[in-house]
């Protein structure tokens, strides 16, 4: 299935879903930088303005014992807790279930995907009538402004051959925290996601495709942050596993 392009006099609105664990060193900075780009370019009618009239900020805490919380509300955003950690799928689909924009993006709390990038993600929906754009590191290397360590690109190439093999082909990156739904799409999708884990990027697009969404592979601008919180030996493990299940999980396509 195929959205139809968005009119010019249509009153649109776009919700950033951030989900955070223990994020306090970083958040306040996050919500800053997305607010002092995002308050711009909806100004501007030649940036986000020709598309979306407002936006709103949502952080989804994950059971976070630090101050992430507290440094959210100060900053003045939506805050949505999970009172105990179930893993940054869990805290996605709860986000992208709950908020009510038109349009709806995650993005990860480090920013490796700078927000600017939603400029070239948002057209693919708004112009072009696609369901969902993903930003993608696997298209353009160039773009990638400061690499992981040369053994965790070699695993994520390596996960995403096992994808292309056991689950669908032809995206080349499904692990890039910047992805971007329409408004049906993202409730038809999240409320069937039952991985909670890193690998849930994978059953997304699994099920968007199972169900005739269409998908654009955009190229991003990336930059590793050396802080993340995947396990380099366990979280690869599980998510293995997790694409294993896919296909016994989600074996009875549902209608639309």
């Known amino acids: 299935m195929k959205s139809e392009p ?9 919700s950033i879903v951030i989900p955070a ?7 306040g900075d996050t919500i800053d930088s997305i607010k002092s780009f995002m308050d711009n370019a909806v100004a501007d009618s030649n940036l986000l303005g020709k598309f979306i009239t407002s936006y709103l900020i949502t952080v989804v805490d994950d059971g976070s014992t630090d101050s992430t919380i507290k440094i959210a509300r100060e900053k003045g955003v939506e805050v949505i807790r999970q009172e105990m950690n179930k893993g940054k799928g869990a805290a996605v689909a709860k986000g992208m279930l709950e908020v009510t924009g038109d349009y709806k ?33 696997g298209i353009d290397y160039e773009k990638i402004k400061k690499h992981q360590p040369f053994y965790r690109e070699f695993m994520g190439k390596t996960f995403n051959k ?16 910047f992805k971007l739904f329409t408004k049906e799409s993202a409730e038809d999708i ?12 994978v059953e997304v697009l699994y099920l968007a495709l199972q169900r005739g ?12 942050d050396e802080r993340t919180k995947v ?21 009875r396509v549902l209608p639309k």
């Not at 493990?237 to 299940?245: A, E, G, H, N």
Request: aromatic share 10%.
């Open 6 to 14: 968005r009119y010019d006099n249509e009153v649109l609105s776009l």
């Open 21 to 27: 664990f223990n994020e306090d060193a970083r958040i």
């Open 105 to 137: 993006l995650f993005s990860d709390a480090d920013l490796s995907t700078p927000i600017h990038e939603i400029l070239r993600l948002l057209p693919e929906l708004a112009e072009k009538g696609y369901d969902i754009a993903i930003g993608s590191r």
């Open 162 to 177: 096992i994808v292309q093999a056991l689950a669908f082909k032809g995206i080349s990156d499904t692990q890039c925290g």
């Open 190 to 201: 999240f409320q069937r996601v039952t991985v909670n884990g890193f690998g849930f990027d």
């Open 213 to 224: 969404y269409k998908i654009a592979e955009v190229p991003v601008e990336w930059h590793n």
């Open 231 to 251: 396990h380099p030996i366990l979280d690869p493990l599980k998510m293995l596993l997790d694409v294993v299940r896919l296909k016994k999980t989600h074996a």
